[in-house]
T-cell receptor, first 112, second 114 residues
Framework: SQKIEQNSEALNIQEGKTATLTCNYTNYSPAYLQWYRQDPGRGPVFLLLIRENEKEKRKERLKVTFDTTLKQSLFHITASQPADSATYLCALDNTGGFKTIFGAGTRLFVKA | NAGVTQTPKFQVLKTGQSMTLQCAQDMNHEYMSWYRQDPGMGLRLIHYSVGAGITDQGEVPNGYNVSRSTTEDFPLRLLSAAPSQTSVYFC?????????????FGSGTRLTVV
């Protein structure tokens, strides 16, 4: 069955460092991969989308890579700040599909 | 611009009771969906709609009904609440092909069934 895996262990880093989160998937050939941020008690907020024919996407301090051979996406936050502390979810979609599947998320803590 | 509005924010039900979770969006998005989120699990799709009058089942539809009479509203009905339906429910909307544009989520409804 289709599966998305994100590191269930929280990631703790020091302010100013680069945070790198991993999203692995199996039994799926996504056309699009999305990353969301979720704060406690709130709904997910869309951050970035990358297509299967794109290797890398950037938005301000965020960078996403997408390796369809490894079936993996990496999500980087450079110059991290305590305000970046949240849970980050990855999600996959097929072309023309309406059934996006989500990972369980990785909790990020940035210490000042 | 309110985005996606969900009501209520919190609800406690007794086993066997029914209720409707409300979801409204003001962005004229064709696509709307309901997800539930449980600890340690990803968001799981319950039902979705690609436009007014059109609905379809997601991954975990049992025990839930939906309808889409207008573009703006997409209510989720729990027919006979069970403790297994204790969860946080999120409504989401998108325009065009969902994978291309990302979702706008509501703030969620935290439901407890006792």
């Amino acid at each position: 069955s289709q599966k998305i895996e994100q590191n269930s262990e929280a990631l703790n880093i020091q302010e100013g460092k680069t945070a790198t989160l991993t999203c692995n998937y199996t039994n799926y050939s996504p056309a699009y991969l999305q990353w969301y941020r979720q704060d406690p008690g709130r709904g997910p907020v869309f951050l970035l989308l990358i297509r299967e024919n794109e290797k890398e996407k950037r938005k301000e301090r965020l960078k996403v890579t997408f390796d369809t051979t490894l079936k993996q996406s990496l999500f980087h936050i450079t110059a991290s700040q305590p305000a970046d502390s949240a849970t980050y979810l990855c999600a996959l979609d097929n072309t023309g599909g309406f059934k996006t599947i989500f990972g369980a998320g990785t909790r990020l803590f940035v210490k000042a | 611009n309110a985005g996606v509005t969900q009501t209520p924010k919190f609800q406690v039900l007794k086993t066997g009771q029914s209720m409707t979770l409300q979801c409204a969006q003001d962005m004229n998005h064709e696509y709307m969906s309901w997800y539930r989120q449980d600890p340690g699990m990803g968001l799981r799709l319950i039902h979705y709609s690609v436009g007014a009058g059109i609905t379809d089942q997601g991954e975990v539809p049992n025990g839930y009904n939906v309808s889409r009479s207008t573009t703006e509203d997409f209510p989720l009905r729990l027919l006979s609440a069970a403790p297994s339906q204790t969860s946080v429910y999120f409504c989401a909307s998108s325009y065009g092909e969902t994978g291309r544009n990302g979702y706008t989520f509501g703030s969620g409804t935290r439901l407890t069934v006792v």
